[in-house]
Nanobody, 123 residues
Framework: VQLQASGGGLVQAGGSLRLSCAAS????????MGWFRQAPGKEREFVAA????????YYTDSVKGRFTISRDNAKSTEYLQMNILKADDTAVYYC?????????????????WGQGTLVTVSS
């Protein structure tokens, strides 16, 4: 499985961006999907995740109410709609997917990773 993330860019604080992550290859093996981010000088952290059917979503506290994760299994694509962006959201955003269930907030449980897309929020 290969993941291709896109949609990053430069935006002013308070603005919006929509990230996309397209999966290819053996996509039938994918279960949960998620987004992680890594800011300069910091460790990679969990942002959001979504179950295969989309019925369950999970967010880190700092993005609740501002970010929305979704997926379209027919297109093998997940999305991250980011609104009311803040300078602290500046990071490289990585999409991820996994085959089996586990702790959805831990990056160690994800089998596939995209290349990352940079989001820069200017204050």
């Amino acid at each position: 499985v290969q993941l291709q993330a896109s949609g990053g860019g430069l935006v002013q604080a308070g603005g919006s961006l929509r990230l996309s992550c397209a999966a290819s290859g053996r996509t039938f093996s994918i279960g949960d999907m998620g987004w992680f981010r890594q800011a300069p000088g910091k460790e990679r952290e969990f942002v959001a995740a979504i179950s295969y059917g989309g019925g369950n979503t999970y967010y880190t506290d700092s993005v609740k109410g501002r970010f929305t994760i979704s997926r379209d299994n027919a297109k093998s694509t997940e999305y991250l709609q980011m609104n009311i962006l803040k300078a602290d959201d500046t990071a490289v955003y990585y999409c991820a997917a996994r085959r089996k269930a586990g702790s959805i907030r831990d990056d160690i449980g994800y089998d596939y990773w995209g290349q990352g897309t940079l989001v820069t929020v200017s204050s």
